[in-house]
């Protein structure tokens, strides 16, 4: 099989697992974005991406994504970055990314703001939520949400989408989504435009669907395993 038909296949089988999981759920995959997770493959598997109709596509690490950026400016691409972000990457990443799904901490909003101005653009944020109070894999302590979702909205450039998370290693994920999901809901009683729900990957896309993601964010079970990080 050549490369574009694996991603093709990869492609339609994830949409049949997504179609499955919103008719168990009751809901309208209409509904629920995916987006493609292309760290560590190259810019070309991204280019094929396009061609066959992705326009949403997620990058976890600055100097791959603003390279694969560049050499794919001319499609009708919007980036995802969904890696841990360093305070020091801000500029660069608000340089490319049209959402950024990984703010969890006050500190990484002026340079984000700063970023999108220079861009003349609006920056989706998302708050990226910590299940399981262990800080070093990334996101914020739940009772800290507030304070940066106002933070984000009060921010020029920048637009309080929602939140993501991923769900903690050990603890099953339907939980994990659950608690999500109420986080989520307790966020919209005072932000009511942040809607999006960032959760689900290749192995538990169908617990985040049931729990109410809108949004996946999908790498492997499209384009294949990839080599292990660095
Ligand atoms: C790599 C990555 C994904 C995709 O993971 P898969 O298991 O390959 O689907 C999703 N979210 C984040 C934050 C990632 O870093």
């Not at 050549?2 to 994830?14: H, Y």
């Not at 990984?102 to 340079?111: E, P």
């Not at 996101?139 to 921010?155: E, F």
Request: contains cysteine; hydrophobic residues 45%; aromatic residues 2%.
């Amino acid at each position: 099989m050549n490369r574009r038909d694996e991603i093709a296949a990869g492609l339609a089988a994830v949409r049949t697992r997504v179609e499955a999981a919103c008719r168990l759920a009751g809901r309208d995959v209409a509904g629920v974005t995916t987006v493609v997770v292309t760290k560590t493959f190259p810019a070309s598997d991204v280019a094929l991406l396009a061609e066959l109709g992705v326009r949403e596509v997620g990058e976890s690490r600055d100097a791959e994504a603003s390279a694969k950026a560049a050499e794919l400016a001319d499609l009708p691409l919007r980036w995802h970055f969904v890696g841990r972000l360093q305070s020091n990457k801000v500029r660069s990443v608000a340089a490319y990314a049209d959402v950024v799904h990984s703010v969890d901490r006050t500190k990484l909003v002026a340079g984000l703001s700063r970023g999108a101005a220079d861009r003349g653009a609006v920056i989706d944020c998302l708050v990226q939520i910590s299940l399981d109070g262990d800080p070093s894999r990334g996101g914020a302590d739940p009772d800290d949400v507030p304070v940066l979702a106002a933070r984000i909205a009060d921010a020029d450039g920048l637009r309080l989408a929602g939140v993501m998370a991923v769900a903690p290693q050990g603890v099953d994920p339907a939980d994990a989504f659950t608690r999500l999901a109420d986080a989520a809901a307790r966020l919209r009683t005072e932000h009511p435009g942040a809607a999006v729900v960032s959760a689900g990957m290749s192995g538990d896309l169908e617990q985040a669907l049931a729990a109410g993601a809108t949004h996946l964010r999908v790498g492997s079970a499209v384009l294949g395993s990839r080599p292990p990080l660095q």
